[in-house]
């Protein structure tokens, strides 16, 4: 069935450098690719997403980049802060048996101080 | 705050124990998703409702059933509670019934002892 593949499970980074997080989607109609933020004991917030006809999107820290021919994106966060400790998301849709998101199994960012 | 209620916050029950969540979507929206979170684990997503239809399903046990009202609201229910039925349930969100641009509420949390 449909799945996307997020890669690492967790993620430690110092302060001020840069976090790449990775996924893959095996549904080559997906064409919304949004990511999530969940904080401890919040529910997932929505940082950024992304449509398939374009490549990349910024917004201030935070960048993704789309690759369709190789179903792969990636969020990047640049310049690191502690207030970007989390859990993160990828996430794509899915057109199979009824339009749906489907969520990687998410990546626990640390920053260390 | 993404503009999604849900109570309540907290819910600790019994085995074979049936319960309900609910949920208010955001203003103008006529998409309600839910999801489930167990303990270090994903989203799963389990259904979801456009508009007071049942629009598209998940991995969502028998066990369980959800409705729409006509205000929007939406209700989740548990019936024959086991203890892996622990987790957290998230509400979602969005304008339109493709399933982008969700906004999670901030969660019931699910404890069956």
């Known amino acids: 069935g449909e799945n996307v593949e997020q890669h690492p499970s967790t993620l430690s980074v110092q302060e001020g450098d840069s976090a790449v997080i990775k996924c893959t989607y095996s549904?080559?109609?997906?064409?919304?690719f949004p990511w999530y933020k969940q904080e401890l004991g919040k529910g997932p917030q929505l940082i950024i997403d992304?449509?398939?006809?374009?490549g990349e999107k910024k917004d201030q820290r935070i960048a993704v980049t789309l690759n369709k021919t190789a179903k792969h994106f990636s969020l990047h966060i640049t310049e690191t802060q502690p207030e970007d400790s989390a859990v993160y998301f990828c996430?794509?849709?899915?057109?199979?048996?009824?339009?749906?998101?489907?969520f990687g199994s998410g990546t626990r960012l640390s920053i260390r101080p | 705050d993404s503009g999604v209620t849900q109570t309540p916050k907290h819910l600790i029950t019994a085995t074979g124990q049936r319960v309900t969540l609910r949920c208010s979507p955001r203003?103008?929206?006529?998409?309600v998703y839910w999801y489930q979170q167990s303990l270090d684990q994903g989203l799963q997503f389990l259904i979801q409702y456009y508009n007071g239809e049942e629009r598209a399903k998940g991995n969502i046990l028998e066990r369980f059933s959800a409705q729409q009202f006509p205000d929007l609201h939406s209700e989740l229910n548990l019936s024959s509670l086991e203890l892996g039925d622990s987790a957290l349930y998230f509400c979602?969100?969005?304008?339109?019934?493709?399933?982008?641009?969700?906004?999670f509420g901030p969660g019931t949390r699910l404890t069956v002892l």
């Open positions: 992304i449509r398939s006809n374009v």
């Open positions: 203003s103008g929206d006529l998409s």
């Open positions: 996430a794509a849709n899915t057109y199979s048996s009824a339009s749906k998101i489907i």
């Open positions: 979602a969100s969005s304008t339109g019934q493709e399933g982008n641009e969700q906004f």
């Open positions: 549904d080559s109609a997906s064409n919304y």
